[in-house]
């Protein structure tokens, strides 16, 4: 029986693999990782935690910070997390901040819909898996909590470089990123920043593997 760590991306996976969770990986495709999901809690699994970088819908977040849910939204459902797991996330992580995570179905990419989306939800922070994760935990009566980094600010949309699907192993297609700038070539700027801004999210979510240490915090393994 292990935690069953949801991601998006491969590198999302491997950081989570270090701390002896089972990394499930979505690729963005949201079919592909409940199928994936499906299959792994059939294995075992003592608690759910979705795991990864995040776009911040709040407007004081930035880049690196780091989101705790406090619930899962999507629409209209609404998920709570496991109290005992988010409390001993908030205590192993005091710098973090407890709030609202949203799922959707694709990557916000305009500030626009970032604005929108802050203020019907309430959320702070929004990713492409939570909702999955979540929706599927509850399913199967599994506890489920959610630990999102912050890679780009409410107030910074993304280049459509970034937007590229990703291989179904959570990998960047990076023929297809490049074909984007060569379409696009005064996207390379922002394209930058958002690496760096990005890099900033996964040596934070570095941070908290380490600081929650095997299982991430899972007080139900043993």
């Given amino acids: 029986m292990t935690v069953i760590a949801v991601t998006g991306l491969a590198r999302e996976a491997r950081i989570a693999r270090r701390a002896k969770a089972t990394p499930v990986i979505g690729g963005g495709d949201a079919q592909l990782l409940a199928s994936r999901l499906e299959d792994a809690i059939r294995a075992g699994a003592r608690g759910i935690i979705s795991f990864g970088i995040a776009g911040a819908l709040a407007p004081l977040l930035k880049p690196g910070d780091t989101v705790i849910a406090t619930h899962v939204v999507h629409g ?24 609202i995570i949203t799922g959707h179905g694709q990557i916000v990419s305009h500030i626009d819909g970032k604005r929108r989306l802050f203020a019907l939800s309430g959320a702070h922070a929004v990713d492409t898996e939570s909702h999955i994760a979540a929706r599927i935990a509850r399913r199967h009566n599994i506890p489920f909590v959610a630990i999102r980094t912050i890679s780009d600010a409410a107030t910074r949309g993304l280049p459509p470089a970034a937007l590229v699907p990703l291989t179904p192993a959570g990998r960047i297609r990076l023929a297809g990123v490049l ?39 899972c007080p139900y393994l043993g």
């Fill in 179 to 217: 074909a984007s700038v060569a379409s696009d070539p005064g996207q390379i700027a922002d394209l930058l920043t958002t690496g760096r801004e990005a890099g900033r999210a996964f040596r934070a979510l570095l941070r908290c593997r380490n600081a929650l240490g095997l299982g991430l915090g």
């Fill in 76 to 99: 209209e459902e609404r998920y709570p997390t496991d109290p005992r797991w988010t409390a001993l996330l908030r205590q192993k992580l005091p710098y973090a901040t407890a709030a």
